[in-house]
């Protein structure tokens, strides 16, 4: 009987020494804070000097340098989630051990009555413990989280994106170490304690895998499964997206783990008071409205759309719509339902993020999942071809569009190690098109002319002309006695050799009556007649010669290679106010006359310091020479001609090597919004509806091997030891004190 007094009389002292002799009784906030900090900083010492903290500290340390080593420094890849997503497994078994004792421990030497009879309140004891183990975790965190910008020195490296995996990687561990903290509590056992710990997390990490197995196609009881999901959570924080379900769902379980914890504490605390039954009542009332709290929060906030809780992250904002796709979606008033053909359960998980944002967009944008499993004749309603799974159905009432998955990613293949990697990401490209094609009234239509040694235009263009939802056709003006009706615009692409006279007048009669043109020069060092007679009709004359740019923030690499001046237009304003750069190799020029019922706009030009060099064979300097032409000139324009009630429109660009996949990954893409919007104009699009495919090429870093060598003996050799040596010889010399 008098052994609980004495350990009474005990605790108070130890307060009373902890706190400079002041006597206990109802502590205030800053003494409650005080003792709390006291705690923390014995639990946190009691790490170290038992060299279980620094062992941790330095396995982790290893286990993710020999990761950061191969991935980062030996193959390259320029994004620390790979490292992080391969050591989670060390969670199952270094979390457990480094908590088993943190409660455990006390109970079972009965230094727990400390805690059970002593004035601190026990939210405090927890909140200390657990901060001292999140301190013991969160060193790791710190060191690797320099990592990037290591990595920084040798290659563009996505900062977002990998800094939000650190930030996901420490939550999953901090709610690992708030759930080992919970159990611990719950028993006298350490071995106890870690064994079931690392049931608990093991299944946390495996319940993805497991609800896949019971149902392909998900159930309620997978739902109720996928609540103790912890690595699923973790996944969707590694691509880029900030998702704040996630966010919480980690910051509830901490909550939640150490709610549960101080109420375990709380019950033992008083089992012995006569007032055991109404407290029991209170602790496991505060559990249930905490739980209730915390699902119903949760709930909430899956509810909301999209556009509220996932943020892009990544430096190129892969997963966040352009402002053409918003401006598109706004303007719908159709209802329109997107079919995806997959399981909602195995579906790509980036292409489910695009398509919820497109949800979040318009209330008239419904998704839908279709498991070809369950319904595997379900496309043939819109298709007579085989569609692969997580291809998507586009559907209102005029009409349909079908996108195979085959279409939303770029591949390439390398064909050295017969590999194939993903390049690009289309799916706001496809989707918005298929948007557009599936509300659209009518379907304009354009020619591209062939027979004068035109240019065939690459992947990247002909792809955008189809997603500016432009029906095309190749035709020779041989074969026609006049250009067909239904032309929207005839497109001429760097034609190397003259028109004969008689498409010359096909094409003047086209234009008099009101036909488009899209016209892109090419410099051959000849003369063409009767081309610059279909220009000269909008007042335009293309010089014979290229443009010489000297002014060093106009040209890239080589005067020939201009990055012209961007002026305000319809057509440039996308690019204008981005502040791109258009890039325009070996370009010609080009001057304007007044002409009656012409105006002329201004897309692309060169600057003062520019001029023409008519021959430009055996150039060996670029200084300016008494034959060559100052400028500046105009590289790109837009002419309109009124013709009797209808107006004849020409965009006009002088550089044949502008529209190309080379001089577009020069600028990231944007000569093909150019492209793009100019199409748009003879489409009547008020918004253009190509939306440029989407890099996911990884711009490997480039590490010597000295380096290599180097920065992974730190992180693989020389931190771990650092730390394991250190905490040994501290240990150590308590021991023999």
């Given at each position: 009987n008098k052994i609980p007094g004495a350990i009474g009389r005990l605790s108070r002292g130890f307060l009373r020494c902890q706190h400079c002799g002041n006597q206990p009784g109802a502590p205030g906030k800053e003494k409650e804070e005080m003792k709390m900090k006291a705690i923390y900083k014995k639990e946190l010492q009691s790490y170290f000097h038992s060299f279980l903290g620094p062992l941790f500290i330095g396995a982790f340390l290893l286990l993710l340098g020999i990761y950061f080593a191969v991935y980062d420094l030996f193959m390259g890849y320029p994004y620390i989630g790979y490292a992080l997503s391969s050591v989670t497994f060390l969670f199952l078994i270094a979390i457990p051990v480094l908590c088993m004792k943190i409660l455990a421990e006390e109970r079972h030497q009965k230094t727990d009555q400390l805690i059970l009879t002593s004035p601190v309140s026990v939210t405090g004891i927890v909140l200390g413990k657990f901060l001292a183990l999140a301190t013991i975790f969160a060193i790791?965190?710190?060191?690797?989280?320099?990592?990037?910008?290591?990595?920084?020195?040798?290659?563009?490296?996505?900062?977002?994106?990998?800094?939000?995996?650190?930030?996901?990687?420490?939550?999953y561990g901090l709610a690992s170490i708030a759930v080992c903290v919970f159990i611990s509590s719950l028993t006298e056992s350490q071995v106890i304690a870690a064994v079931v710990s690392f049931g608990v997390l093991f299944f946390g990490y495996i319940v993805n895998g497991l609800c896949s197995m019971i149902s392909s196609t998900g159930n309620l009881f997978t739902r109720f499964l996928s609540v103790f999901d912890m690595s699923e959570r973790f996944s969707n924080l590694l691509n880029g997206s900030f998702h704040l379900t996630s966010v919480l769902y980690y910051l509830s379980v901490i909550v939640l783990a150490l709610i549960l914890t101080v109420q375990s504490i709380q019950k033992r605390r008083y089992q012995l008071s006569r007032k055991t039954l109404s407290l029991g009542t209170y602790s496991s009332s505060v559990v249930v409205l905490s739980l209730a709290v915390i699902v119903v929060l949760n709930l909430l906030v899956a509810q909301l759309p999209e556009k509220y809780t996932v943020f892009d992250v990544t430096s190129d904002q892969l997963y966040s719509l352009t402002t053409e796709t918003k401006e598109i979606a706004d303007g719908i008033t159709d209802d329109i339902q997107i079919y995806v053909l997959a399981n909602e359960d195995n579906a790509d998980t980036t292409l489910d993020e695009t398509l919820k944002k497109y949800e979040g967009l318009n209330s008239h944008i419904k998704v839908s999942y279709v498991d070809p499993a369950v319904n595997p004749k379900f496309y043939l309603q819109y298709t007579d071809g085989s569609v692969s799974s997580n291809s998507l159905i586009v559907e209102s009432g005029k009409r349909s569009r079908v996108i195979d998955y085959s279409d939303i990613y770029e591949y390439s293949y390398d064909y050295t190690n017969y590999t194939q990697s993903v390049t690009g990401y289309d799916g706001e490209g496809q989707l918005t098109s298929a948007l557009a094609y599936v509300t659209s009234d009518e379907m304009p239509k354009i020619y591209l002319l062939e027979g004068h040694g035109e240019s065939s235009f690459d992947s990247t263009f002909s792809n955008a002309i189809e997603k500016e939802n432009l029906d095309y056709e190749t035709i020779n003006l041989m074969d026609y006695d006049e250009v067909p009706e239904d032309a929207s615009c005839v497109v001429i692409n760097a034609p190397t050799s003259d028109f004969s006279a008689d498409d010359t007048e096909k094409m003047l009669s086209y234009m008099e009556k009101g036909g488009d043109i899209f016209f892109v020069s090419c410099y051959t060092g000849e003369a063409h007649e009767n081309i610059d007679r279909l220009l000269d009709y909008y007042g335009v004359n293309v010089k014979e010669g290229l443009i010489i740019e000297t002014d060093r923030g106009h040209y890239y690499q080589d005067p020939f290679y201009?990055?012209?001046?961007?002026?305000?237009?319809?057509?440039?304003?996308?690019?204008?106010?981005?502040?791109?750069?258009?890039?325009?190799?070996?370009?010609?020029?080009?001057?304007?006359?007044?002409?009656?019922?012409?105006?002329?706009?201004?897309?692309?030009?060169?600057?003062?310091?520019?001029?023409?060099?008519?021959?430009?064979?055996?150039?060996?300097?670029y200084e300016k020479q008494d034959s060559d032409e100052d400028g500046p000139f105009q590289i790109g324009v837009?002419?309109?001609?009124?013709?009797?009630?209808?107006?004849?429109?020409?965009?006009?660009?002088?550089?044949?090597?502008?529209?190309?996949?080379?001089?577009?990954?020069?600028?990231?893409?944007?000569?093909?919004?150019?492209?793009?919007?100019?199409?748009?104009?003879?489409?009547?699009?008020?918004?253009?509806?190509?939306?440029?495919?989407?890099?996911?090429?990884?711009?490997?870093?480039?590490?010597?091997?000295?380096?290599?060598?180097?920065?992974?003996?730190?992180?693989?050799?020389?931190?771990?030891?650092l730390f394991i040596v250190g905490g040994f010889i501290v240990w150590f010399r308590r021991r023999k004190k």
């Open positions: 790791p965190v710190g060191l690797v989280s320099l990592y990037p910008v290591v990595m920084s020195f040798f290659g563009t490296v996505d900062i977002g994106k990998s800094y939000l995996a650190v930030f996901g990687f420490l939550l201009i990055l012209p001046e961007i002026s305000y237009d319809d057509i440039t304003s996308g690019i204008y106010n981005n502040g791109s750069y258009v890039f325009a190799p070996y370009a010609q020029g080009i001057t304007t006359e007044e002409k009656e019922d012409v105006t002329i706009a201004e897309l692309l030009s060169s600057s003062d310091n520019s001029y023409l060099r008519n021959d430009i064979s055996g150039v060996d300097s837009k002419c309109e001609k009124s013709a009797g009630e209808e107006t004849s429109t020409a965009i006009i660009y002088t550089s044949n090597n502008m529209f190309t996949n080379d001089a577009n990954t020069i600028v990231s893409g944007t000569n093909v919004k150019l492209f793009t919007a100019s199409l748009g104009t003879f489409a009547s699009h008020e918004t253009s509806v190509s939306i440029p495919v989407k890099s996911m090429e990884a711009d490997y870093l480039t590490v010597p091997q000295g380096t290599i060598m180097i920065i992974a003996l730190v992180t693989v050799v020389l931190l771990p030891v």
